[in-house]
């Protein structure tokens, strides 16, 4: 089933579930990044 | 632009339901213009809650010595007054607009998730009362700083896992409400509303919505750094323990600066709105100005560094950023022409909503060039942590952010009560506003040229005329907001009946002047068709 043809709650949903997770990458990201630093 | 063909969006189907009675109506709401205007109330407490801290500032600087407060309790007032007034008042106003706005510019039922909604806004008044309850507890308030930065902010007292608890829960608010405004333009636009035909507001706020994604994280990451270099014995930003604590500035100001993008882009988007309606014209180089606010977020990415330019850095490092810095002029340039070029031969009105408008451009342009002075390396170091800093970001966002908040309430509360308000208040109301906002904040400029620092309680005698002036300048603003609040409630109240269209000779881009004023409570049950 193609993108456009997707019910819109389901559009809704998945939107909503990437953009959280790229926040959640950010969050955790920048402390990862930090750790790695205080190690190198 | 858009126009809708032939879909009465003013009736309401058999299944539709008016508001839940009493309480319920706001705890579990879902409707979009419910919560907007829960936003909206929230910002406006926390704007005179923020502006009560800054008349203690006003009235400690009257003149110098120590007058009524101590201070560490200066200091407590400077803080929170900025974290109140930035996450508070500023960005919650914006999402109440967004709430309002964005469905019914698009033509959409309400915005996509509407139960996250709710929890968006019903994280504030937790996160807030407990900021403010850091008042009552031993140390009082953090007073380091709303940069927080380390070691200072790490000397905050009991509060200090309170300050930060209510950073994260106002970040993941934020976070939350940009996801919504993201998904709801992305997936829930009316057939035929293409992204080059969708109103500036909503242009303006999807791309702030991406900003707010990027970087309140990076905000959460680096308080919870400071919470486990505070308790849990880490050196993240610890020197002694091998840390660097200007990483933590580093990290700060990555989210800062666009931050402070994410405080003026929807102010953009509320002006693109206004000038065209007033000038009875079709808003000049409507494509370039989407250009210009991804061009201005995209550049907010990379200039944060010159915020450190005294910490010391590689003068490689010290170039990039002024240039890049500089280089934020050339979209805003672009905005402020097209702004100009709108005008230019329009049949102009001066109602409210347009002189709030017309002052945002004079006034904001101001603080962008005193911006562009401190984005000069050789002159920050001689402006850096004065007056003149203060004068700067306050003229960007008090007659930039706020006027524009101001003005997209007198431009859109018509068609949120469905009544006109009283024309020649309001009017009294910007006039006041202008007038002393100016004589609020213009001193400053002097005073820091002549090295007034800032963050102080106490102040060397020659620097006193200029500081009275300020504080006269400061009761007088934050008497006149009085107004403001007045307008509003006579608004909600009663008045002339507004009409659909509420501003004559308007030219609209949005849906939101297809509907009927009050808006109905579920408005675009069913989608227009735009051409």
């Known amino acids: 089933m193609s993108a456009m043809l997707r019910p819109l709650s389901r559009r809704v949903r998945n939107s909503a579930l990437g953009l959280g997770a790229v926040a959640v990458g950010f969050y955790v990201g920048i402390i990862v990044l930090l750790i790695y630093r205080s190690h190198h | 632009m858009a126009q809708t063909h032939a879909t009465d969006t003013a009736h309401h189907d058999e299944h539709d339901h008016g508001p839940a009675q009493g309480i319920k109506r706001w705890l579990f709401a879902t409707n979009h213009k419910d919560i907007g205007t829960m936003y909206l109330v929230f910002s406006l407490i926390m704007f005179f809650i923020g502006g009560a801290m800054a008349m203690v500032i006003r009235a400690e600087l009257f003149k110098p010595g120590l007058q009524l407060v101590q201070p560490e309790f200066f200091n407590q007032m400077t803080t929170n007054h900025a974290l109140i007034m ?5 960005m919650p ?7 309002w706005m964005i469905p019914m510019q698009i033509g959409a039922p309400d915005m996509a998730l509407p139960r996250m909604n709710n929890f968006s806004f019903w994280i504030l008044p937790f996160a807030f009362t407990l900021l403010l309850s850091t008042m009552f507890v031993p140390g009082g308030m953090a007073a380091g700083g709303w940069t927080l930065y380390p070691p200072l902010s790490l000397q905050t007292g009991d509060s200090f896992p309170m300050l930060i608890f209510a950073i994260h829960m106002m970040g993941a608010s934020s976070i939350m409400g940009a996801i919504n405004v993201i998904v709801t333009i992305m997936n829930m636009r009316a057939p035929g509303m293409n992204l080059l035909k969708m109103p500036l507001f909503c242009w303006s706020w999807l791309i702030t919505a991406y ?22 014995g880490t050196s993240f930003f610890n020197a002694a323990g091998g840390g660097d604590p200007v990483m933590f500035e580093h990290i700060f100001w990555f989210f800062g600066h666009p931050e402070v993008y994410i405080m003026i882009l929807p102010a953009f988007g ?8 007033f000038s009875r014209k079709p808003l000049f180089g409507a494509t370039s100005m989407i250009y210009a606010i991804a061009s201005i977020a995209f550049l907010s990415f990379i200039v944060w560094g010159h915020h450190m330019f005294v910490d010391g850095m590689p003068l490689a490092a010290q170039l990039f950023y002024m240039m890049s810095t500089m280089l934020i002029a050339v979209p805003t340039g672009v905005k402020v022409f097209n702004w100009t070029a709108t005008m230019w031969k329009g049949s102009l009105s001066f109602e409210p909503p347009m002189l709030f408008a017309l002052s945002f451009l004079f006034l904001f342009t101001i603080g962008g060039f005193s911006g562009v002075m401190l984005a000069i390396v050789p002159v920050d170091f001689q402006y850096n942590q004065t007056y003149f800093v203060v004068a700067h970001f306050h003229y960007v966002l008090v007659p930039g952010a706020i006027f524009a908040i101001m003005g997209a309430v007198y431009y859109w509360i018509p068609k949120w009560t469905g009544h006109m308000y009283n024309m020649t208040l309001a009017k009294w109301h910007f006039w006041l506003s202008t007038i002393f906002v100016n004589v609020l904040f213009f001193p400053q400029h002097f005073l820091g040229l002549a090295g007034m620092p800032r963050r102080i309680p106490d102040y060397s005698v020659q620097f006193t005329d200029w500081n009275m002036v300020s504080s006269i300048g400061g009761f007088g603003f934050g008497l006149t907001q009085i107004l403001f609040a007045v307008i509003v409630i006579q608004s909600i109240r009663g008045g002339k009946k507004a009409s659909a269209e509420v501003w004559d000779g308007a030219t609209p881009t949005g849906l939101e002047w297809t509907l009927p004023s009050p808006a109905p409570y579920h408005s675009f049950t069913t989608a227009p068709e735009v051409k």
Do not use: K, R, Y
């Open chain 2, 211 to 232: 900003l707010l994604i990027a970087v309140m994280p990076v905000l959460a990451g680096a308080v919870t750094m400071l919470l486990t270099d505070h308790f849990f």
């Open chain 2, 270 to 277: 509320i002006i693109s709105e206004i000038l065209p309606t």
């Open chain 2, 93 to 99: 106003a914006f999402v109440g607009l967004a709430n």
């Open chain 2, 86 to 90: 930035i996450f508070g008042a500023v």
